[in-house]
């Protein structure tokens, strides 16, 4: 069944409907979040233009991999006929990609300022700089606490002065940029020509430490991209190298090493950064007998190298074993989510400590609404009218964020508006971090890993919170509303508000009302089954089909049938944010949840239940018991 055409633009309008009359709306000129009063908004209208921009580049660039000729397709080793196992193929190069560029930051540039970094980079790389910059607190966590990545840190504005001027993502490179980047990573500029090359990834073998030159794809499904990876080490035929083997290696090095200051996720703490925090976290890990230096006469001479594949051996490469050894240890940290947050940074050897393969595909659900809303067409937004909807969008943002702090307890979810509003003001990097301590009084992360019935609940609280705050309705794309009647719970969350909020209702347009529906990501991991999500899909295909029967029958409104088709149903596949207080996350990243689509031979980390995106005590919305927002 054909899904309905996109709401037209300004001229296509002027064609259709001429006597349709401009929409009232009077931006405001200053903004209420908190306490606090500002002139002018956190995130401008360039800005959100800029993104959609971006976000019709990604998905042009998706499109393009997806319908690579057959002459182009040969030419790429294990290149998947399968458009979405392609589609992941070319994710996992991609980060392969970044993560070599992130290095290199470091070896060449550390302390540079950010003006001498490359100002065009390959689309590839900008995809996945994007989606790390979307999980804010694992980057800045990343850039504070390893080494390697404190290049990266002085870069993460990068995106975000860019989004002004949007050509500069499909810009040519030059020459200088192209030798540039081809000296930094050792790869071609051109995302094909490098798939046509980037062939392996050097990984450590964790039982001698030797250098095993891993295929990315094999014929076997064995690749370091695949589900089944596992790779034999030549050196000492230590035969069980897999991503659990590496994360288990990973972790134990950030144990033992004097130069990572702690493990990911201890860093924050519900006071603030706490760097002594994180140290004494790995302290106390440390303590236990299986992690710590052997006893015996020769033990103070064991150096650091032979003690990391002792301990790698003693816990026998196991992700479990380990995992109840850091239990066992921290019984008595006041943390119920330590160990989550721990132990779901560590998926394999690579330095993030968020999948990024995983999140590069839910942020695809995002730009694929975008999409079908019509927002990312060109020139959509071009004329001062149609600028009301990206005026609308920064307006509730920051009504948002005022809910949020208004109620640091509380989990709240936002709506696609809203939404993209949050996600261009996070890739401002340190001015968004900077902007939520001083506004919201807390850093607002982004995680997606809440549960289906955790966030339908939450986007019902999230709808009452606002409607008793601003006087105005959440959503007016004429959803049901999800969730169960939880209106005692408000006069408890929200404090009154008596400011006007008139600019909070929306014009009569179709493309404004729309975008009101509730945000949900797939919350989606690359190595999973689908069963599951698939009959959810068929399911909705069915009623879809009724409602369209309905249509030409006379039964339905064809304009609710309309707004239906052209978004999925609220929290299908959900997904969370988590809430800071001062600078710390109170609850915080966990494992991503199931695609819609199936597409099992990939690899992107362990996986849990659908989620979908709220707000927590240190960012965006969230849901959870300790409060937030999500997208």
Same mark, same amino acid.
């Given at each position: 069944?054909?899904?309905?055409?996109?709401?037209?633009?300004?001229?296509?309008?002027?064609?259709?409907? *001429?006597?349709?009359?401009?929409?009232?709306?009077?931006?405001?000129?200053?903004?209420?979040?908190?306490? =606090?009063?500002?002139?002018?908004?956190?995130?401008?209208?360039?800005?959100?233009?800029?993104?959609?921009?971006?976000?019709?580049?990604?998905?042009?660039?998706?499109?393009?991999?997806?319908?690579?000729?057959?002459?182009?397709?040969? @030419?790429?080793?294990?290149?998947?006929?399968?458009?979405?196992?392609?589609?992941?193929?070319?994710?996992?190069?991609?980060?392969?990609?970044?993560?070599?560029?992130?290095?290199?930051?470091?070896?060449?540039?550390?302390?540079?300022?950010?003006?001498?970094? *490359?100002?065009?980079?390959?689309?590839?790389?900008?995809?996945?700089?994007?989606?790390?910059?979307?999980?804010?607190?694992?980057?800045?966590?990343?850039?504070?606490?390893?080494?390697? /990545?404190?290049? /990266?840190?002085?870069?993460?504005?990068? /995106?975000?002065?860019?989004?002004?001027? #949007?050509?500069?993502?499909?810009?040519?490179?030059?020459?200088?940029?192209?030798?540039?980047?081809?000296?930094?990573? +050792?790869?071609?500029?051109?995302?094909?020509?490098?798939?046509?090359?980037?062939?392996?990834?050097? $990984?450590?073998?964790?039982?001698?430490?030797?250098?095993?030159?891993?295929?990315?794809?094999?014929?076997?499904?064995?690749?370091?991209?695949?589900?089944?990876?596992?790779?034999?080490?030549?050196?000492?035929?230590?035969?069980?190298?897999?991503?659990?083997?590496?994360?288990?290696?990973?972790?134990?090095?950030?144990?033992?090493?004097?130069?990572?200051?702690? /493990?990911?996720?201890?860093?924050?703490?519900?006071?603030? $950064?706490?760097?002594?925090?994180?140290?004494?976290?790995?302290?106390?890990?440390?303590? &236990? #007998?299986?992690?710590?230096?052997?006893?015996?006469?020769?033990?103070?001479?064991?150096?650091?190298?032979?003690?990391?594949? %002792?301990?790698?051996?003693?816990?026998?490469?196991?992700? +479990?074993?380990?995992?109840?050894?850091?239990?066992?240890?921290?019984?008595?940290?006041?943390?119920?989510?330590?160990?989550?947050?721990?132990?779901?940074?560590?998926?394999?050897? @690579?330095?993030?400590?968020?999948?990024?393969?995983?999140?590069?595909?839910?942020?695809?659900?995002?730009?694929?609404?975008?999409?079908?809303?019509?927002?990312?067409? *060109?020139?959509?937004?071009?004329?001062?009218?149609?600028?009301?909807?990206?005026?609308?969008?920064?307006?509730?943002?920051?009504?948002?964020?005022?809910?949020?702090?208004?109620?640091?307890?509380?989990?709240?979810?936002?709506?696609?508006?809203?939404?993209?509003?949050?996600?261009? %003001?996070?890739?401002?990097?340190?001015?968004?971090?900077?902007?939520?301590?001083?506004? $919201?009084?807390?850093?607002?992360?982004?995680?997606? =890993?809440?549960?289906?019935? @955790?966030? &339908? +609940?939450?986007?019902?609280?999230?709808?009452?919170?606002?409607?008793?705050?601003?006087?105005?309705?959440?959503? %007016?794309?004429?959803?049901?509303?999800?969730?169960?009647?939880?209106?005692?719970?408000?006069?408890?969350?929200?404090?009154?508000?008596?400011?006007?909020? =008139?600019?909070?209702?929306?014009?009569?347009?179709?493309?404004?009302?729309?975008?009101?529906?509730?945000?949900?990501?797939?919350?989606?991991?690359?190595?999973?089954?689908?069963?599951?999500?698939?009959?959810?899909?068929?399911?909705?295909?069915?009623?879809?089909?009724?409602?369209?029967?309905?249509?030409?029958?006379?039964?339905?409104?064809?304009?609710?049938?309309?707004?239906?088709?052209?978004?999925?149903?609220?929290?299908?596949?959900?997904?969370?944010?988590?809430?800071?207080?001062?600078?710390?996350?109170?609850?915080?990243? +966990?494992?991503?949840?199931?695609?819609?689509?199936?597409?099992?031979?990939?690899?992107?980390?362990?996986?849990? =239940?659908?989620?979908?995106?709220?707000?927590?005590?240190?960012?965006?919305?969230?849901?959870?018991?300790?409060?937030?927002?999500?997208?």
């Amino acid at each position: 069944m054909a899904t309905p055409n996109p709401p037209l633009s300004h001229s296509e309008r002027e064609k259709t409907l *001429p006597n349709d009359p401009a929409p009232v709306y009077v931006f405001p000129e200053t903004f209420r979040i908190g306490t =606090s009063t500002i002139r002018g908004p956190v995130v401008r209208v360039p800005q959100l233009k800029g993104h959609l921009a971006l976000l019709k580049a990604f998905k042009d660039l998706q499109i393009q991999i997806g319908n690579l000729d057959p002459a182009t397709a040969r @030419k790429l080793s294990h290149c998947p006929n399968d458009r979405e196992r392609r589609w992941m193929w070319f994710i996992g190069l991609a980060v392969e990609r970044f993560e070599r560029w992130c290095l290199a930051l470091t070896v060449e540039n550390a302390g540079s300022p950010p003006e001498e970094t *490359p100002q065009v980079l390959p689309l590839d790389v900008i995809m996945v700089f994007h989606t790390y910059l979307l999980n804010p607190l694992c980057f800045w966590e990343d850039c504070s606490r390893i080494p390697e /990545l404190a290049g /990266l840190g002085h870069y993460g504005g990068l /995106l975000g002065r860019a989004l002004e001027t #949007p050509e500069i993502f499909v810009t040519p490179p030059t020459g200088s940029e192209v030798r540039r980047w081809v000296k930094m990573t +050792s790869t071609p500029f051109d995302y094909l020509e490098s798939a046509a090359v980037l062939q392996t990834r050097i $990984v450590d073998c964790p039982q001698c430490s030797g250098k095993v030159e891993a295929a990315l794809m094999n014929v076997g499904g064995t690749g370091y991209l695949q589900k089944k990876f596992v790779a034999t080490c030549p050196h000492c035929s230590f035969a069980s190298i897999t991503d659990e083997s590496l994360a288990v290696r990973r972790i134990c090095d950030d144990l033992i090493s004097t130069s990572v200051s702690s /493990l990911a996720g201890t860093l924050y703490t519900p006071a603030g $950064v706490d760097h002594n925090h994180g140290q004494l976290i790995k302290e106390i890990i440390m303590r &236990s #007998p299986k992690l710590g230096r052997p006893n015996g006469k020769d033990s103070r001479a064991m150096s650091d190298f032979k003690w990391l594949l %002792h301990m790698v051996a003693e816990v026998e490469y196991s992700l +479990s074993r380990l995992r109840n050894i850091v239990m066992a240890s921290t019984t008595k940290v006041k943390d119920r989510n330590l160990v989550e947050r721990i132990m779901g940074a560590y998926s394999d050897d @690579k330095l993030f400590s968020v999948d990024l393969r995983s999140a590069v595909l839910r942020q695809g659900s995002f730009i694929i609404k975008m999409y079908d809303l019509g927002w990312t067409k *060109p020139q959509f937004f071009d004329h001062e009218e149609d600028e009301v909807a990206l005026q609308h969008s920064i307006a509730r943002y920051h009504a948002f964020l005022d809910l949020l702090a208004s109620s640091p307890g509380s989990f709240f979810v936002p709506t696609l508006d809203i939404d993209l509003a949050w996600h261009t %003001h996070q890739l401002t990097a340190e001015h968004y971090k900077i902007a939520c301590m001083d506004y $919201v009084g807390r850093f607002i992360d982004h995680d997606d =890993s809440v549960e289906a019935s @955790k966030l &339908s +609940s939450a986007f019902d609280i999230t709808c009452r919170a606002w409607k008793n705050r601003f006087k105005v309705e959440y959503t %007016h794309c004429g959803c049901p509303l999800p969730g169960q009647t939880i209106g005692r719970k408000l006069s408890r969350l929200v404090k009154k508000y008596t400011v006007d909020t =008139s600019h909070l209702v929306p014009p009569a347009r179709e493309n404004i009302i729309a975008a009101t529906h509730p945000s949900d990501h797939n919350a989606v991991t690359a190595n999973q089954e689908y069963a599951s999500t698939r009959e959810q899909w068929q399911k909705r295909n069915r009623r879809r089909a009724r409602e369209a029967q309905d249509v030409r029958m006379g039964k339905a409104d064809p304009l609710r049938a309309s707004r239906g088709f052209a978004h999925f149903p609220a929290f299908l596949v959900p997904v969370p944010i988590f809430f800071v207080h001062g600078d710390a996350p109170i609850a915080r990243r +966990s494992v991503p949840a199931p695609m819609a689509n199936p597409a099992s031979d990939y690899t992107g980390g362990s996986s849990t =239940s659908a989620t979908g995106a709220c707000a927590h005590g240190s960012g965006g919305s969230g849901c959870g018991d300790n409060g937030g927002g999500g997208d």
